[in-house]
């Protein structure tokens, strides 16, 4: 234990990080194998306008194996085809700290970068299923009308009077990381490497409530072609028991109030 961490890193370059968990028992009697796992950077070293270097963000990735047998009472007890699925989890640049400087040119096309990164590492031969935090909306919401103002106000606080954040940058600044989705629908799709076309799939756009203490919904999945299955329902788990004095706890209404959906647990994104 180290700086209050267990399994410290001297390598390690920053506080902020990803973690991929698999219950005990998959791995124990579920018969899946763990075959390959990784991280990789996917922040550019750059230095924001304040001289704080940018944090380092990066994307985790786990292959894991399944084996299927028949059972013993049928023709053969041969083995089906293996199952390989490939999770990866990642938290994007963003957030009001890093977000102030959105248009200063190194970190204009910050986000849509690393995402692309996070595509980058799809594999071909496996089911891939991209997670985590985007820090911001997949489509333009009331909640994001909001953090627009708000950082209009900051700048024109903070800069100067006549700094003027248009509506236009800050969105396509935000929805980067959906911008580079697209993109990957509008390449070559006859590219023989699997990373272009149809290589992966928004599971969902909203949600019956907010993955945020500011009202956004910021946590997706995305999946490669060849998972076709639309959720019957998703979940959102809140996470916290106890929140810090200066954290609104958006989460509890909703957890206090279920809705008439399937989606009663609820979860808040701090």
Known sequence: RKNSFLNYDESFTSTLGNSIYVKSELLSKGGWTVITRKVVQISSDLVLPNGVVLEYRCVVCATL??????????????????????????????????????????????????????????????????????????????????????????????????????????????????????????????????????????????????????GHVVDYFITSPQISVVPRSIKRVRMIKEYMPWVRPTADDDFLQPQEHELDEYVDGN
């Not at 996070?118 to 299923?129: E, L, R, T």
Request: glycine share 4%.
């Open 65 to 214: 194996k399944l084996k299927h047998e028949c059972q013993s009472d049928t023709v053969s007890n041969r083995i089906k085809p293996v199952q390989v699925v490939q999770i990866l989890c990642t938290h994007l640049s963003g957030g009001r700290f890093e977000d102030q400087y959105m248009e200063d040119p190194q970190l204009v096309g910050e986000r849509r970068r690393q995402m692309q990164h996070c595509f980058d590492q799809h594999d071909p031969a496996a089911d891939n299923i991209l997670v985590g935090d985007f820090n911001a909306s997949a489509t333009k919401t009331a909640a994001m009308d909001g953090y627009w103002q708000l950082l209009r106000q900051q700048f024109q606080t903070e800069l100067s009077a006549t700094h003027n954040l248009s509506s236009a940058d800050f969105y396509a600044y935000m929805m980067a990381p959906f911008a580079a989705l697209a993109d990957t629908k509008s390449n070559n799709k006859n590219d023989d490497d699997g990373k272009n076309s149809d290589s992966w799939h928004l599971l969902y756009e909203t949600l019956d409530g907010s993955t945020s203490r500011f």
